[in-house]
């Protein structure tokens, strides 16, 4: 079954304090992984797209790297502004159908910064 | 608008009504998406519209769920009979194509008494 695990579930870093937050994935076919940022009461904001093993992006304090089985969500030096729930969800079109729309998504994690 | 929208933002109806939420995706997105996300849970696929055929329904827990999307624009997701387990934030996305990012909405937030 496809699945997508992130961890930890929250974290609480002090300003300034970099850390990983971590995407693990079980899916067939991965055809991307999405990083988003979710604010309290909104929809989710898009961050990022990763299509290939040892792929990197990066945005402002943000960088998303991929790994055949994971991807890793860098914050260097945060600030209390990049408190959110971080989600990634895996595009698990099968065997090249285009007839699925579904993102598998993780849990997510919640991130506090303080300042 | 530039975005997804989504009406109404709110929305309590009695255990028993029929709802109708409504998606306006950004203009010239071929895909349209709708999500549901529960207290704590993470986000559950619904149903994936391609223009206006429906190819994935298969998030769909019920067939008190339903949705339609035409003109390839606006999109409704209607829950007949709802139960208070209906309760979530339903949102909806667009994508320009299939394979690409999507854009969220900011949620249509239901609660069933």
């Known amino acids: 079954e496809d699945q997508v695990t992130q961890s930890p579930e929250a974290l609480r870093l002090q300003e300034g304090e970099s850390s990983s937050l971590n995407c693990s994935y079980t899916v067939s076919g991965l055809r991307g992984l999405f990083w988003y940022r979710q604010d309290p009461g909104k929809g989710p904001e898009f961050l990022f797209t990763?299509?290939?093993a040892g792929e990197e992006k990066e945005k402002e304090r943000l960088k998303a790297t991929l790994t055949k089985k994971e991807s890793f969500l860098h914050i260097t030096a945060p600030k209390p502004e990049d408190s959110a729930t971080y989600l990634c969800a895996a595009d698990t079109t099968l065997h090249g159908s285009s007839n699925t729309g579904k993102l598998i998504f993780g849990q997510g994690t919640t991130l506090q910064v303080k300042p | 608008g530039a975005g997804v929208s989504q009406s109404p933002s709110n929305k309590v109806t009695e255990k028993g009504k029929d709802v109708e939420l409504r998606c306006d995706p950004i203009s010239g997105h071929t895909a349209l998406y709708w999500y549901r996300q529960s207290l704590g849970q993470g986000l559950e696929f619904l149903i994936y519209f391609q223009g206006n055929s429906a190819p994935d329904k298969s998030g769909l827990p019920s067939d008190r769920f339903s949705a339609e999307r035409t003109g390839g624009s606006v999109s409704t997701l209607t829950i007949q009979r709802t139960q208070q387990e209906d309760s979530a934030v339903y949102l909806c996305?667009?994508?320009?194509?299939?394979?690409?990012?999507?854009?969220f909405g900011q949620g249509t937030r239901l609660t069933v008494v």
């Open positions: 990763l299509y290939s």
């Open positions: 996305a667009s994508s320009r194509r299939r394979d690409t990012e999507a854009f």
